[in-house]
């Protein structure tokens, strides 16, 4: 009876060592989306990068290494004049495609110097996401000195690649927003030239919109912000952009790889069914009133109408005149080779 009374003790010993261990070891899986260099490198205090419990955000002290092309740090459709980092939530919006595979959010730092970047893992299918902004405020970050970029991974051509959902900050949004990237070049440019071509599923631009073009806009600093509009961003497709900058003092040339961005909506109607839709009428804007909401639905279900019968007379006819420049609101679709 001894032994058995050593041998249960012993037992619970064992047990409640075990439990102990489980309890304190560390959490050593990468929370989702999370870089986890950045996790290695982040600084110290409240603001430094870490898990927030919905995202990684902060800042960190890994040094740059001063090499490379560009880094794509924002590509957004519009940006509401009435969010800021003093609402306590900044509302990111999208248009998912065909992909299923989880959006990835990330937010970088514009002002030179500051080394800052949010990672979010969202499902693509809600179509939106509410950003925290406690650390844009105690960092003192007003949302133009933050860049935006979502991208998901999907079947492209024979493997798999990162393709581009522009996000939209915001509700409010005027219709026909454009496009705007915006990129970092890692060295000082003396230019910067851009690329625009509509993709075919491989890969391959099946149609030049704009080759090679200049910015003209003098030479362009490191890890300084240059804003590109992109009009050609217009219509529901596959597109690809290329960055290529002439390197100052003989540095040669760089280019990125080619940038696949998805866009799933017309550039129309996008502020009045956000907030018809979705929201009460306190929180609406003074031009989206009851009388604004009602309007506004008449004259989306008239343009509507107009779309349909132009889609149904202007079957099979080029794009870029006449009735082939209305796009059926048939949702995402690849351009064929």
């Known amino acids: 009876m001894v032994v058995n009374g050593r041998v249960r003790g012993a037992v619970g010993t064992v047990l409640g060592a075990v439990v102990v261990l489980l309890t304190q070891a560390p959490l050593t899986a990468l929370p989702p989306g999370c870089d986890s260099e950045l996790l290695k490198h982040a600084d110290g205090g409240a603001n430094g990068y870490k898990w927030r419990g919905d995202r990684c955000e902060g800042t960190y002290s890994r040094p740059t290494a001063g090499e490379g092309s560009f880094l794509i740090a924002s590509l957004t459709r519009g940006r509401s004049v009435r969010v800021s980092v003093a609402d306590p939530i900044i509302p990111l919006r999208w248009r998912a495609g065909t992909g299923h595979a989880p959006l990835h959010i990330r937010a970088y730092a514009l002002r ?41 991974s999907r079947q492209f051509g024979t493997g798999r690649a990162n393709v581009y959902v522009p996000v939209t900050i915001g509700d409010d949004i005027a219709p026909g927003a454009e496009t705007a990237l915006i990129a970092l070049p890692a060295r000082e440019m003396n230019e910067v030239y851009v690329t625009v071509g509509r993709l075919d599923a491989h890969g391959a631009i099946t149609r030049t919109m704009r080759a090679k073009q200049p910015l003209s806009r003098g030479s362009y600093a490191a890890q300084i912000a240059i804003e590109i509009t992109l009009p050609e961003l217009h219509a529901p497709g596959l597109y ?23 866009v799933t909506w017309p550039n129309d109607g996008v502020r009045a069914r956000s907030f018809c839709r979705t929201r009460s009428a306190r929180s609406r804007p003074m ?24 889609s149904n007379t202007s079957e099979g006819s080029p794009t870029g005149t006449g009735g082939g420049n209305v796009r059926r609101s048939s949702g995402y679709r690849l351009p064929s080779a």
């Open 240 to 262: 690809g952009i290329q960055l290529e900058g002439e390197v100052r003092d003989g540095g040669g040339t760089v280019a990125t790889p080619m940038i696949a961005v998805s």
């Open 287 to 310: 031009s989206l009133t009851r009388v604004g909401c009602r309007r506004q639905r008449i004259s989306m279900l008239f343009s509507r109408s107009l779309r349909s019968s132009s």
């Open 112 to 152: 030179p110097r500051l080394r800052y970047q949010m990672d979010r893992m969202q499902a693509p299918a809600a179509g939106r996401y509410g950003w925290r902004s406690l650390v844009l405020a105690a960092l003192e970050l007003s949302l133009s000195d933050v860049g935006l970029v979502a991208w998901d």
